[in-house]
Every structure is written in C-alpha cells, then in structure tokens.
C-alpha cells in the first residue's frame, strides 16, 4: 500500500483504534446494538448511511459520510445515496487517490527525528517494548524504525491493522465512488491534498506523536476488530455507536489531536463547500469524506448550518 493510501486511511478511521478498553467491550457485546454475525464474522450487508442534503438557489451539495475500508457486501448502498451520487454533477472527495502524486523519499525523510532522538528516547519502557513485540509478531525489527518519528510508526502499526481486519481498503466507501466518477467521466474536486494531510500527521508536537503512539500500541491487539466493528457500524446505520466509537477515540489524548485531526479541517472543507453553494453554478455535488468528519462537531454539516444554511439529513 502507497503511503498516500495508508494517510488516507490513518486520517479517516486510524483514530478509532484507541478505543479505550470499557469501549471495546461494550461494542463487543452489543450492549448499543447488537451484531449480526455469520461463521467467520460480522454481516457487513446492510445499506449504510450518514447522507445530508445542502441547497442554495439552484445549487445542490450533498455530504456523504463514508468510510475507508470496506466489504464487498457493502455493496449497493441505500437507494437513497446511490441516487444522489446519480444526480451529481461533480465528486467532492477528501483527495483523489487516482491521481495522488507523492515523493517517497522527500516524504520518508520528513518522517525523521531530526534531533538526534529516537523512539526509544520517547517512549516509555513499558510502550517500547510492546512495540517490538508486535513487529516481531509481523516479522519486523524494531531497530529498522529507531531513527523513525511516533507518528511514522503509528500509521505502520495502523497498515499491519488493516490488513488483519475484514475490511479492505479496495472496498472503501469513497474509492466506491471515485471509481464510478472516472467510469461515469464525472468531475472530481479535492476538497484537501496529499500534502495537507501529511501536513497533519507530521505537524503534531512530539508529546502528542508519543500519546496516540502509545495508545495505538497498548490497544493494538483489538485494532482490527474495532475497525471491523466501525464498518459494522457504518453499513447498519448504527448511529450513536459509531459516534459513540469515533468520539471515545480522542479521550486521552491531549486538545491538538481532534483539532488537527477533525476540527480545523471540517472548518476548510465546510469553506469549500460554501464557496461552492455561493457560487451557484447550477450543479449537484457529492462530497464524500470520513465519518468522523460529519458527526464529531464541529462537523461538516454543524459548520454548514452554523453559515445559515439548513442542512437536512437524507439518510
């Protein structure tokens, strides 16, 4: 996997890995809603959700939440999003995957400790030696990422995550849609770039990288089932659990996470998205972004109505 793919994910449902454990086991119990599982696992056939509507004069936006990794039961989604998808003049996604271009090398370089520190100066012994264990386990050594940043690491454990859970990112939700726009020649619009959402992955301060990179490593074990369990989630429009999930995920951690990861960047996509509805051009748009984008305030949809816009809820 690119690492233009692997932020993508990180930056959408990467943060639902640190689920802290009183969360896991109440998803894992259904005491929210209970789950439908088959022999090998959760029943991922279900319709999905999280669709709002935004109109101003004759211009139309929707706002779809997707998820990034997904199953091929997924698949087609409610009629309700497939026909706003059919309506739509132009896609509006976080980035375009197709067209991403990005220097390995440049990139892996800015992922350095550029103070002569390493993981093993920043971490704690407990932390430290959990995280050799689980590369280990995956055939990996430890001493090949010393000289590598916390947040570098993170989004390491979070690919060997993903590969363990039943979803897969071929599956995603908004890589669903942008292939259908390019079969369909329809516009697709970035709303973000590659390079702003590395920005954010490599901008947090060192004590915030340290923070979500121990608590990726001490609820590594269950990552790949709370990832299964938020696509669970997702596709059976269990609403307050996967809000529940996707919120919880930032307990613990210190205010600068959810503002680079969530808020500050639903505020420019909100922007966008104005600047689209008060140009009027007379199109439909489909924006597709990561859950967390529309039901963490301050949302997507909470900073369009905040604009005065009425922003009703589809699906």
């Known amino acids: 996997m690119g690492i233009a793919f692997l932020l993508l994910v990180i930056l959408a449902v990467g943060c639902s890995n640190n ?3 009183s969360q896991q086991n109440e998803v894992s119990t259904g005491q929210d809603t209970k789950q439908e599982t088959s022999e090998t696992g959760p029943k991922y056939e279900g ?31 409610a009629p309700e999003i497939e026909e706003a998808y059919e309506r739509s003049n132009v896609i509006l996604p976080e980035i375009n995957m197709f067209e991403v271009e990005v220097d390995e090398e440049e990139n892996n370089k800015m992922a350095l400790f550029e103070d002569g520190k390493n993981l093993k100066d920043v971490l704690s012994q407990e932390s430290y030696a959990k995280l050799s264990g689980i590369f280990e386990k995956n055939d990996m050594r430890i001493e090949d990422y010393e000289n590598f940043q ?9 690919e060997l995550s993903n590969q363990e859970s039943e979803l897969a990112p071929e599956y995603g939700v908004d890589l669903y849609f ?28 060192m004590d915030t990288q340290v ?6 490593v001490a609820a590594f074990e269950d990552a790949a089932n709370s990832l299964d369990q938020l696509g669970y989630h997702w596709i059976h429009n ?22 680079q990861m969530n808020d500050i960047r ?49 699906y």
């Open 150 to 158: 916390p947040w570098f690491v993170g989004s390491l454990l979070g």
């Open 266 to 314: 639903n505020v420019n996509m909100a922007n966008k998205l104005d600047e689209i509805l008060q140009k009027d051009d007379g199109q439909t748009y489909f924006a597709i972004i990561g859950s967390m984008h529309v039901v963490i305030n301050p949302s997507v949809p909470s900073e369009l109505e905040e604009k005065g816009y009425e922003v009703e809820r589809i």
């Open 47 to 77: 319709d999905g959700g999280l669709l709002w509507k935004v109109v101003h004069g004759k211009t139309t936006v929707y706002v779809q939440g997707t998820i990034h990794l997904g199953h091929e039961d997924f698949y087609p989604l």
């Open 19 to 21: 689920m802290n454990e």
């Open 178 to 205: 942008l292939k259908r726009a390019l079969e369909d020649n329809k516009k697709i619009v970035e709303l973000e770039t590659i390079e702003s959402q590395y920005d954010v992955l490599s901008g947090f301060s």
């Open 211 to 216: 923070q979500v990179l121990e608590g990726t």
């Open 238 to 259: 269990n609403n307050d659990a996967m809000v529940d999930q996707l919120s919880g995920s930032f307990e613990g951690f210190n205010d600068e996470y959810q503002q």
